[in-house]
């Protein structure tokens, strides 16, 4: 099992507005990196898009516990099994943010898609500063 976490952001928001904002799917989009995405698909619950010089990617919401986690899985769209949790801890106002991923990657794959994933997670973190200050 390969674990990537991204970096934490500070997020001057509540846990309960990330929490609603990231149970829609459309919303993702939002927090990818636009120049590297194509082909994006949403119907609320699930998304899929192409990472440029990729794979096509397809999650789906997948549970969590509301507001401090979402949940998040590959769909069978992906090229391999894994699992998105972005973890929401809210202390005074501000939230902290950060996702983990855990994948199921041959250690072949994993030495080719490691460092983007982890570029991409650090990405959707900023995005996430970003969007919601």
Known sequence: MTTIESKHVVIGKAAQDLYTFLQDMNNFQQLLPQDRISEWKSDGSSCSFKVQGAATIGLQL???????????????????????????????????????????????IKMMVEKPLKNLFDHIADKMKAVHG
């Open 62 to 108: 997948d549970g969590g516990t509301e507001p401090n986690l979402v949940k998040m899985k590959a769909t069978e769209r992906s090229p391999f099994p894994f699992t998105l949790d972005v973890h929401l801890n809210e202390q005074d106002g501000t939230t902290e943010a950060w996702q983990v991923f855990n994948g199921d990657i041959n250690p072949f």
